[in-house]
């Protein structure tokens, strides 16, 4: 298994509760986490909770292709 780390980082100017709701969501994940408008997420999972899962449904709108995004929430070493 690769355990590479990422680093994200954003400079948003709204409330950081918001941002976070947003941004953790399951019911706010659904409408931005696709990378194009000719996609959408119909159906996200989000328990951050060590050993918690985050799962996504990315699908084309058209059908045509979708796959599951999946990682599993860990401790840092």
Not at 23 to 52: K, L, V
């Amino acid at each position: 298994m690769d355990t590479s780390k990422i680093t994200v980082r954003a400079t948003i100017c709204a409330d950081a509760q918001k941002v976070w709701d947003s941004y953790t969501n399951p019911e706010h994940i659904i409408n931005w986490n696709f990378a194009d408008a000719s996609w959408h997420c119909p159906h996200a999972e989000n328990d951050m909770r060590i050993g918690g899962v985050y799962n996504a449904r990315m699908e084309a709108k058209d059908g045509s292709f979708g796959f599951n995004f999946e990682a599993v929430y860990t401790k840092s070493k």
